[in-house]
């Protein structure tokens, strides 16, 4: 990217194992090799709740130091805007996974016995403001979850439809979204 150019985002989608993280990395890794002096830094927003999760974090921080070693990682479960705010800068390219459980644990924070929607606005925005005023370009991975039933429960109704705003939010500051299926790119949008 010329550094007179301003920050390309893009959204990848997908379900469950559809590699979207694996194609998010090796978008970090092509950056990486495209020019001398970049960098990339991946912010991961998992939080470990129990033993199976705690076990695919630890799958996935092998296998992305393994596909591309370079890309550092900070963790970041509940400030995601300040930390895109604090790492953006030109030439530094940086990879959100994911922001699906990242509005998770907004919405339902941990330890929290019921959902609270009434910090989502102010965090929402926080993130989108963060986004239009990146010298960073982001990559930014989440769950395409809108294309099944409609949830039975409530909670999961909003989550649902909170999380259907937030991709149409953020999708509208990205020059690309991709749509993965089975380890298939398909392009959504793509600007000039």
């Known amino acids: 990217m010329n550094p007179s150019e301003s920050p390309r985002h893009e959204l990848i989608l997908g379900g469950a194992k559809s590699g979207k993280s694996r194609t998010a990395e090796l978008r970090a890794k092509a950056w990486l090799e495209a020019a001398p002096g970049r960098s ?3 912010i991961a927003t998992a939080l470990p709740g129990d033993a199976e999760m ?9 296998d992305r130091a393994a596909r591309v070693p370079a890309l550092e990682t900070v963790e ?6 300040g930390v895109l705010r604090a ?5 530094h390219l940086l990879v959100v996974d994911c922001l699906t459980l990242w509005l998770t644990q907004c919405l339902w924070p941990p330890g929290a016995q019921q959902p609270d929607s009434t910090g989502w606005p102010a965090r929402e925005a926080a993130l989108l403001a963060a986004l239009r ?13 809108s294309l099944g039933g409609m949830p039975m429960s409530r909670e999961a109704r909003v989550c649902v439809d909170t999380l259907g ?8 500051l990205c020059a690309r979204v991709t749509l993965m299926v089975a380890g298939c790119e398909w392009k959504v949008k793509e600007a000039p």
Do not use: F, K, M, Y
């Open 40 to 42: 990339a830094t991946l």
């Open 54 to 62: 705690a076990q695919r974090i630890r799958r996935h921080q092998v």
């Open 76 to 81: 970041a479960p509940l400030e995601l805007p």
């Open 87 to 91: 790492l953006a800068q030109p030439g």
């Open 133 to 145: 005023d990146s010298a960073s370009p982001v990559v930014l991975v989440s769950n395409e979850i």
């Open 165 to 172: 705003l937030l991709h149409q939010r953020v999708a509208a």
